[in-house]
């Protein structure tokens, strides 16, 4: 049964950091594109990071860049959110997501491109 669990989220002030853990089991998420994704209260899910299979080649949403790092461990199938400098605005449920790398020739910051979720981690960005 394939399956993605978060971890990491929680309350942290303005400025401070998290990371966000995405593990994956019974597939090989070496060989899919994973993909970081927020939902904040009253507005739609929204691409936030993502890492090709292949090749590693990483690809940011332009309100995270510089801030946020995903990296991918293969040995432990499990993918990281680093976020550092966080603003109220990142308050969001955070989602992982895996996409088959054959399907993709890299990953994408789109929803409809995934079709592996998981459910979701609460990360709140509050003084």
């Known amino acids: 049964q394939l399956q993605l669990v978060e971890s990491g989220g929680g309350l942290v002030q303005p400025g401070g950091s998290l990371r966000l853990s995405c593990a994956a089991s019974g597939f090989i998420s070496g060989y899919y594109h994973i993909g970081w994704f927020r939902q904040a209260p009253g507005k739609e899910r929204e691409g936030v990071s993502c890492i090709s299979s292949r090749d590693g080649r990483t690809n940011y949403a332009d309100a995270v860049k510089g801030r946020f790092t995903i990296s991918r461990n293969n040995a432990k199938n499990t993918v990281y959110l680093e976020m550092n400098s966080l603003k109220p605005e990142d308050t969001a449920i955070y989602y992982c997501?895996?996409?088959?790398?054959?399907?993709?020739?890299?990953?994408?910051?789109?929803?409809?491109?995934?079709?592996?979720w998981g459910q979701g981690t609460q990360v709140t960005v509050s003084s």
């Open positions: 997501a895996a996409v088959k790398s054959w399907l993709l020739r890299l990953c994408v910051l789109a929803t409809p491109s995934y079709d592996q």
